[in-house]
């Protein structure tokens, strides 16, 4: 196998669309500007930052449809490739069993940061057990394998490094949609207020709105309540940040990795390649060979429902944001031709607690969008990718391996 697959898979792919200089400088290119080492072997998360770089190149020059069909079957083939070839990995350098053992860790983390740690020391087991691998000339064979087995180890780093950062994200999301509703409930008392005001006088001209007073007081109370308790626990700002423009790429190709790179189905597919060795080495594994290959099945069949998933979810919220958005941009519109032509201040509080109660509602379905695609973007995002803090500064290894 090549040192440096995806590398030489990215050249001839690219190749077809920009001639191989064209493809040579994209890569080159890309690698600078993400200040990756530039001996490192790339991998598939490596290869869509690249691909984004070009698509947005193609964009100016053949147009959106042509790019967007071009990076959909690209990405497709890359799903396919990623299947049937582990990314090239370093092993951790030092002793499978260091002499020293480490104290214990305290139990006094939060419960959340123990399965993190526990996947990076799982990581770098498997890394150590590379180099062991290769090391030994009677199991150098079985070193594609423990290739697959770094690459599942780290995925699940990157798993928990995720729900870390969905974690930060949904706490900074509920205070601003917190911020949200203080701002309406404080948009809804000062229009109570006027509206008292309104049924008090009409109650004096002897109308019977007895009843409607009542009630409005009794609100308005309430929400004063609520606004004495929430209005010291927030940022008054937050609830006037801009509303994100909500716009994202659904298609299920654009997130085909996620299959392949799902944390389940590359583990069991190290089980499956572990099952093939075992049976190409003469032991009796046929039975066991079978059943991994059931269970790489069943993974990828989880893994596409788990994305199915979270494209709904996203789809769903898409679709309900883009109204809402449009009836904010129409109330804003109407707040400023009511205060351009004078008009009453109860209109101008309704229609301004309009106003609030619609930014609250399209931010909680902005703020689900964006948790969807960072879910989405977890494993194919070049952002953050464990298997390169692995191979940071490691120099390509000259032996070959099998998948």
């Given amino acids: 196998m ?7 898979w990215l050249r001839t792919r690219l190749g077809q669309e920009l001639g191989l200089h064209g493809a040579e400088t994209a890569i080159e290119g890309a690698v600078q500007r993400r200040g990756w080492p530039a001996l490192r072997a790339l991998g598939p998360r490596d290869v869509v930052a690249v691909l984004q770089d070009v698509y947005s190149g193609l964009r100016q020059t053949v147009g959106d449809t042509r790019a967007d069909s071009w990076l959909q079957s690209t990405t497709v083939d890359l799903a396919e490739y990623a299947q049937t070839v582990p990314v090239p990995a370093q092993p951790t350098p030092g ?40 090391a030994d000339p009677t199991l150098r064979g079985l070193a594609g394998t423990a290739e697959w087995d770094v690459q599942a180890t780290l995925a699940e780093v990157r798993r928990w490094e995720t729900e870390k950062m969905l974690s930060s994200l949904r706490a900074d ?21 006027l509206n008292v005001r309104e049924l008090q006088a009409e109650l004096k001209g002897g109308q019977n709105v007895v009843a409607q007073l009542a009630h409005a007081r009794l609100t308005l109370t309430q929400l004063d309540a609520f606004l004495q308790a929430f209005t010291p626990l927030i940022e008054a700002g937050d609830a006037d940040q801009p509303l994100p423009p909500g716009e994202a790429r659904l298609d299920r190709d654009f997130f085909s990795l996620e299959v392949p790179l799902n944390p389940a189905v590359l583990r069991a597919r190290h089980a499956l390649k572990l099952a093939q060795w075992r049976a190409e080495a003469g032991q009796d594994a046929g039975a066991a060979t079978a059943q991994a290959q059931q269970a790489l099945e069943a993974a990828e069949t989880e893994a596409r429902a788990q994305l199915e998933t979270t494209l709904h979810t996203a789809r769903t919220a898409q679709a309900r944001f883009a109204p809402l958005r449009q ?9 400023k031709v009511l205060g351009q032509r004078g008009g009453d201040p109860l209109s101008l509080a309704r229609v301004r607690l309009e106003w609030r109660q619609a930014r609250a509602a399209a931010r909680v379905q902005a703020h689900l969008l964006e948790q969807a695609m960072r879910l989405l973007e977890s494993l194919v995002d070049a952002g953050v990718t464990s298997d390169q803090a692995l191979n940071q500064g490691a120099a390509q290894n000259p032996e070959q391996t099998e998948n």
């Fill in 2 to 8: 090549s040192h440096d697959p995806y590398r030489e």
């Fill in 95 to 134: 002793p499978l069993a260091p002499e020293a053992t480490p104290a214990p860790l305290r139990w006094g983390r939060r419960a959340h940061d123990l399965p993190l740690l526990l996947a990076r020391a799982n990581a770098e087991i498997a890394g150590r057990s590379l180099g062991a691998i290769r």
């Fill in 173 to 193: 999301h509920s205070r601003t949609e917190v911020a949200d509703a203080v701002a309406a409930a404080a948009a809804q008392a000062e229009w109570l207020r």
């Fill in 327 to 335: 009836q904010v941009g129409a109330l804003e519109e109407r707040l």
